[in-house]
């Protein structure tokens, strides 16, 4: 399993970069469904993803940032492996608690008739899912109250582009070291929050 690279940049929200071992086809139960649904949203399986999530039209925008999320992660961590081999070894993020991502902590799901909630140590927000006949579904209707994800899509749009841009500039060459390139990032991705007109080329002074 690779372990997501997650961070809270100081804009009440965190992002989450997954990707998943193979999962199980059980449906009936809400672990094997988050793996399925981690699985399909790495490869960029759109369809798959539908299949295993309750979420209205104003919810779906939040699963394409995921998608663009997920492959410009691929991008970056390649560009960060070939520069600085050995970099992406565990990493920690800020979050409601500190802890290295690779620490004892396993997932906590707690059950409640036709809903339940995941705590997983592969995202930084709880899963939530309902039942629907047999099946157990993640409920974006339920995780993603409406006023919060233009705020998220903004958020996830900015590090899509800074992420892009640092993959190219790491494999010029231009940081001598990861720990220069996590700052970029954070910096970069404020930046691009507080002014969307700014490049995400734009390097912090």
């Known amino acids: 399993m690779t372990r997501p690279i997650a961070r809270t940049f100081g804009v009440g929200v965190a992002v989450v970069l997954m990707t998943a071992g193979a999962a199980s086809a059980d449906g009936g139960d809400p672990k094997a469904v988050f793996k399925q649904y981690a699985d399909a949203l790495a490869a960029g399986d759109i369809d798959r993803v539908k299949q295993l999530i309750i979420a209205d039209e104003k919810r779906l925008p939040v699963i394409e940032g995921r998608r663009a999320a997920a492959v410009a992660e691929k991008q970056f961590q390649a560009a960060v492996e070939k ?6 070894k565990p990493v920690e993020y800020t979050g409601p608690t500190t802890r290295p991502i690779d620490a004892p902590d396993p997932d906590r799901l707690t059950v409640t008739q036709d809903t339940a909630t995941l ?14 006949g047999e ?12 006023q919060t994800v233009s705020e998220i899509e903004t958020f996830r749009g900015a590090l899509v582009e800074v992420m892009n841009a640092l993959s190219t500039e790491i494999a010029a ?26 490049p995400a080329t734009t390097r912090p002074k």
Request: proline share 9%; hydrophobic share 40%; charged share 30%.
């Open 173 to 198: 060459g231009r940081f001598k070291n990861y720990a220069e390139v996590q700052t970029d990032l954070e910096t970069r991705v404020k930046m691009r929050i507080a002014n969307p007109d700014q």
């Open 119 to 132: 705590i997983s140590r592969d995202t930084l927000e709880p899963i939530r899912f309902k039942r629907v």
């Open 135 to 146: 099946e157990w579904k993640i409920d974006l209707n339920a995780m993603y109250p409406p």
């Open 83 to 88: 520069a600085f081999p050995g970099a992406l």
